[in-house]
T-cell receptor, first 113, second 114 residues
């Protein structure tokens, strides 16, 4: 069965370190998204991609970057982790041009100490 | 610009009671509408969607929602809830003009009391 997988499930890192969160989907979806979820803020879009080599900034992109070298993967990198980036991160994917909604991964809980 | 408002951040109900979770949206263009559910420590799962046609939409786990264009609402209902429905529920829209970017409401936490 097709799926979307995030790794790791939990991560603790120190302030200032570079961290990369992985997202891998086998749905063959063109569109991929990264969200962070914080109490009182719901889900906020960090970055998104509509296909290979395409990346776009979302509403809270500062301090984050993504790259899309193939259809299956959209890794999210925190260049220099800050305590404000402690959050739960969700990756999602969707088909291009078809509005069946998004498929979400199970999330990565990141703690920056 | 589009926005989604979920009017209640928390809704406590007794088991087997009916529930309605309210969702209103604002958009200058037509939208597709969705409800997602997030069980504790899990990702979001699609509950139901409205794309076109009948305004009453049935989803998984006995939930349904009704699209009301004049009220710009998409309220979620269930006639009799179970303990297992305890979760956070998110209303969301995708505007026709930007077919691939979803906009979420802030969520409603449904807690079921035995």
């Amino acid at each position: 069965d097709a799926e979307i997988t995030q790794s790791p499930r939990h991560k603790i890192t120190e302030t200032g370190r570079q961290v990369t969160l992985a997202c891998h989907q086998t749905w063959n979806h063109n569109n991929m998204f990264w969200y962070r979820q914080d109490l009182g803020h719901g889900l906020r879009l960090i970055h998104y991609s509509y296909g290979v080599q395409d990346t776009n900034k979302g509403e809270v992109s500062d301090g984050y970057s993504v790259s899309r070298s193939n259809t299956e993967d959209l890794p999210l990198t925190l260049e220099s982790a800050a305590s404000s980036q402690t959050s739960v991160y969700f990756c999602a994917s969707s088909e291009a041009g078809v509005n069946y909604g998004y498929t979400f991964g199970s999330g990565t809980r990141l703690t920056v100490v | 610009a589009q926005s989604v408002t979920q009017l209640d951040s928390q809704v406590p109900v007794f088991e087997e009671a009916p529930v309605e979770l309210r969702c209103n949206y604002s958009s200058s263009v037509s939208v597709y509408l969705f409800w997602y559910v997030q069980y504790p420590n899990q990702g979001l799962q699609l509950l139901l969607k409205y794309l076109s046609g009948s305004t009453l939409v049935k989803g998984i786990n006995g939930f349904e929602a009704e699209f009301n264009k004049s009220q710009t609402s998409f309220h979620l209902r269930k006639p009799s809830v179970h303990i297992s429905d305890t979760a956070e529920y998110f209303c969301a829209v995708i505007p026709y003009s930007s077919a691939s970017k979803i906009i979420f409401g802030s969520g409603t936490r449904l807690s079921i009391r035995p």
